[in-house]
């Protein structure tokens, strides 16, 4: 359910404002998306899995208040961060 190092390595790469950017939001979104859509995939075959499910809606309510923050400091860059992320707001 968690991301691999390389995979991690390779979101900071495509989504970082520079070299070694790790805490942009940017960043942090793509990480936090990319966990999202692996648990939505663990729940396609455990439906019961209750206490995942709390930590799932956790990660989307960290995601949307950092797309918040953003959105409150850069539109331009928080609408390019929706275009490339493909999340529906």
């Given at each position: 359910?968690?991301?691999?190092?390389?995979?991690?390595?390779?979101?900071?790469?495509?989504?970082?404002?520079?070299e070694?950017?790790?805490?942009?939001?940017?960043?942090?979104?793509?990480?936090?998306?990319?966990?999202?859509?692996?648990?939505?995939?663990?729940?396609?075959?455990?439906?019961?899995?209750?206490?995942?499910?709390?930590?799932?809606?956790?990660?989307?309510?960290?995601?949307?208040?950092?797309?918040?923050?953003?959105?409150?400091?850069?539109?331009?860059?928080?609408?390019?961060?929706?275009?490339?992320?493909?999340?529906?707001?």
């Amino acid at each position: 359910m968690s991301i691999t190092t390389e995979k991690k390595q390779d979101l900071i790469k495509k989504y970082g404002l520079q070299e070694g950017d790790t805490g942009s939001v940017e960043v942090q979104c793509a990480i936090l998306t990319e966990r999202i859509l692996n648990l939505t995939e663990h729940f396609n075959n455990n439906k019961k899995d209750y206490s995942s499910r709390r930590g799932l809606l956790i990660l989307v309510s960290r995601r949307r208040r950092l797309l918040d923050y953003l959105k409150s400091k850069s539109e331009v860059r928080y609408k390019a961060l929706i275009k490339k992320l493909n999340l529906k707001k």
